[in-house]
């Protein structure tokens, strides 16, 4: 998989990709991330990237030619399969969306600033939009860096225990049941005793019932 990253904060990534899982794809080449730095696209002067809105209004909005540009560039490159806008004023990510996003083969992902972008970008460019949750954050590129986060660690082979992804939360509409380590006791506090017993079965059964219980308290709108 290879993903473009389009954004005017490009050092921003050098932190959250070059850790765990995401670190390790890269080095097993599993995933190409390309930070794309959008200000020496512009062809003004200034190199500046936005200005003011018709009509009026607070808020400056990003222009449409270095994007354009940038974009354009990208696409005669090579094919992509989705061209993702990340702005709060999107349907919200969820794990199928993830599961759909992990089998591509090139993404990209336009980070929004400030007002947002020029619609015409929309209009013309973009082919998903996608945002994280119902609040608002700076900009796009903490919201491309979840989004690349949740894709990744799907890709086949960037979690060794390749179950483990597919017991996630979400995974089935349930939320994780409660998980322990040892010791089996700490100051008194204890693993339940279900999960000493060694009976696959019934660590099953609590588990389950342990997901359910959990779900119903937490997120009773995935029972629905
Ligand atoms: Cl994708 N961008 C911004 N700026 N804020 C958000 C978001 C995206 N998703 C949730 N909040």
Same mark, same amino acid.
């Given at each position: ?82 061209? !993702? /806008?990340?702005? *709060? ?11 759909? #996003? =992990?089998?591509?083969?090139? %993404? ?70 409660? !998980? /322990?380590?040892? *010791? ?11 999960? #000493? =017993?060694?009976?696959?079965? %019934? ?22």
């Amino acid at each position: 998989m290879r993903i473009d990253i389009i954004s005017i904060f490009p050092d921003f990534f050098e932190g959250p990709f070059s850790h765990s899982i995401l670190k390790r794809a890269q080095e097993k080449k599993l995933v190409e991330i390309h930070i794309h730095d959008l200000r020496p696209y512009s062809t003004n002067k200034q190199k500046s990237v936005d200005d003011y809105q018709y009509g009026g209004g607070s808020g400056m909005v990003m222009n449409i030619q270095p994007i354009d540009d940038c974009i354009s560039k990208l696409k005669e490159e090579r094919e992509y399969d989705e061209i !993702i /806008y990340l702005t *709060p004023d999107s349907p919200t990510l969820n794990q199928n969306t993830c599961n759909n #996003l =992990s089998i591509s083969k090139n %993404l990209i992902m336009l980070c929004g600033h400030y007002k947002g972008i020029d619609q015409r970008i929309r209009d013309q460019f973009i082919t998903m939009e996608v945002s994280i949750g119902d609040y608002v954050l700076t900009g796009g590129e903490l919201a491309s860096a979840v989004l690349t986060d949740s894709i990744v660690r799907l890709i086949p082979g960037a979690i060794s225990d390749e179950t483990s992804a597919l017991s996630d939360s979400f995974q089935d509409e349930l939320l994780s049941h409660p !998980i /322990y380590t040892r *010791p089996s006791d700490y100051k008194g506090w204890k693993v339940p005793e279900v999960l #000493l =017993s060694g009976n696959p079965i %019934l660590i099953e059964k609590w588990r389950e019932e342990k997901a359910i219980e959990k779900t119903k308290n937490t997120r009773p709108d995935l029972l629905q």
